[in-house]
């Protein structure tokens, strides 16, 4: 069972910036750089990673599933493992996935998006008709093409 924090109510800008303090830093905020330095200071899988929020806040099971997708990296990978072209697309993908849901005020379930096959019956990848291969990380289930996205060698 997830157990999600709540909400929270600040009665100040005080207790506002306590509340946010362990958060890390907006995905939307991050540059290319910053996210490269803190993908290199974590050895858990690269999924994992991005939705901790104490270490960037804003990305859920989906969106993390959807940008990993869009930069065709693994999500199992060793977040410090990824390599400069890595980090640029990545970063790029996050962008982009992130500007797309907030417009549409979700993530949109189209079907040229993972998030729109990933719950179909026999999921296939909207990219290249491969099937979607899941798997629970830290009780979420994670999707992934193992055409597009393959594991590291």
């Given at each position: 069972m997830r157990k999600l924090q709540g909400v929270h109510l600040a009665t100040d800008l005080q207790e506002a910036d306590e509340?946010?303090?362990p958060l890390g830093p907006d995905a939307l905020d991050l540059s290319r750089d910053?996210?490269?330095t803190t993908l290199s200071h974590h050895r858990g899988r690269l999924k994992t990673t991005l939705t901790d929020q104490s270490v960037i806040a804003g990305l859920g099971n989906l969106l993390a599933d959807e940008i990993c997708w869009r930069a065709r990296i693994n999500p199992l990978r060793p977040a410090r493992d990824l390599d400069a072209a890595e980090i640029t697309?990545?970063?790029r993908a996050t962008r982009r996935v992130?500007?797309?849901?907030?417009?549409?005020e979700r993530v949109p379930p189209r079907k040229t998006w993972l998030t729109g096959a990933r719950d179909t019956p026999g999921p296939t990848c909207p990219r290249c008709g491969t099937?979607?291969?899941s798997r629970r990380l830290s009780g979420r289930r994670t999707v992934w093409c193992p055409t597009?996205?393959?594991?590291?060698?």
């Amino acid at each position: 069972m997830r157990k999600l924090q709540g909400v929270h109510l600040a009665t100040d800008l005080q207790e506002a910036d306590e509340t946010l303090e362990p958060l890390g830093p907006d995905a939307l905020d991050l540059s290319r750089d910053d996210l490269a330095t803190t993908l290199s200071h974590h050895r858990g899988r690269l999924k994992t990673t991005l939705t901790d929020q104490s270490v960037i806040a804003g990305l859920g099971n989906l969106l993390a599933d959807e940008i990993c997708w869009r930069a065709r990296i693994n999500p199992l990978r060793p977040a410090r493992d990824l390599d400069a072209a890595e980090i640029t697309g990545l970063h790029r993908a996050t962008r982009r996935v992130l500007r797309d849901s907030v417009k549409a005020e979700r993530v949109p379930p189209r079907k040229t998006w993972l998030t729109g096959a990933r719950d179909t019956p026999g999921p296939t990848c909207p990219r290249c008709g491969t099937p979607l291969e899941s798997r629970r990380l830290s009780g979420r289930r994670t999707v992934w093409c193992p055409t597009c996205q393959p594991a590291a060698l």
